[in-house]
């Protein structure tokens, strides 16, 4: 990272956990972890295919001597965050069930392994990438920048220029330590062109260094991002492109929203980002033990 030095200043909004329970493109696991039992190291656990809620939410299946760049991925953490505040159920056999099982497996694949020979949920001769309409990336920028990096950009508080994949994974792991999920909404249609609605959401209950090295320490507000997704698949929903709406602010507007040094003078339970549903109730459990971790 190439971002201006000197040690983080620190903003408390207010003491991490203090406030009332609190009510969410792509999510990222954990890495260097296997939880659960899945009989072998080289595929996903059960708890990060989602099989210890009952449900089979990603299935990913590793090529042979899949080079992972930190290790097997798990997604434990942030499947409890999934399974306990999605806002939506869908029938099993359903576009939106289909299409998210498909976006998930995606982020598996595109985030953790390194080599994009290796990559099959994706056309990488065709593969483009992009935000709002913006120009588009192809496969070998975005296994060198990472999702974080090319779908936030330069915005308020965070500049994708100043980082690596890793180092963004870490920015993230670090605000959202107990995970910051990603659920389909509604598909709206295809395929082969898909439109569809996503929520992302999780509680800032961790610390969020922004470009001016300044620290914001969360309270445990609740942030709910939404957004819409137009992406072209092919017969076996492998994807060719996809463009991402949504804006990054509503995010990051949150997460700076104390000026350095003043604490709040309040502790509203959820932050709201977008038009979507709102989550529930609080959740539990300690950090992701490394980075990239939790974000979908």
Known sequence: SSG????????????????????GMPEDAGTGELAGQSGRGDVLSYDSKGLSWGEVIRDYAPPPNAEWRDGLPDYARVNQVYFQHRARQHRPGSMEALVSKAIKNW?????????????????????????????????????????????????????????????????????????????VLEVMSGPPQLVFKWRHFG???GTFVDAQRRTHVG??????????????????????????????????????????????????????????????ASVGGPPNACSGCGMM
């Open 4 to 23: 201006p030095r000197g040690p983080p200043r620190v903003s408390r909004c207010s003491t991490p956990g203090s406030g009332p329970p609190a009510a």
């Open 107 to 183: 982020e598996v694949e595109t985030q953790h392994l390194r080599n994009t020979s290796q990559w099959n949920t994706v056309d990488t001769s065709k593969l483009k990438v992009a935000r709002s309409g913006g120009i588009p990336q192809g496969a070998e920028a975005l296994s060198k920048a990472g999702h974080h990096n090319l779908l936030l950009g330069d915005s308020l508080g965070f500049r994708s220029s100043d980082h690596t994949l890793e180092s963004a994974g870490t920015v993230w792991s670090n605000a959202f330590p107990e995970g910051f999920a990603w659920e």
């Open 203 to 205: 509680r800032f209950t």
């Open 219 to 280: 309270n445990g507000e609740s942030i709910d991002l939404i957004g819409l997704c137009v992406a072209k698949v092919d017969s076996k929903l492998v994807l060719e492109s996809f463009d991402v709406y949504y804006s990054p602010d509503d995010l990051l507007r949150p997460l700076v929203s104390c000026p350095v040094g003043s604490p709040a003078a309040g502790s509203p339970s959820t932050k709201r980002a977008g038009a979507g549903q709102e989550a529930a």
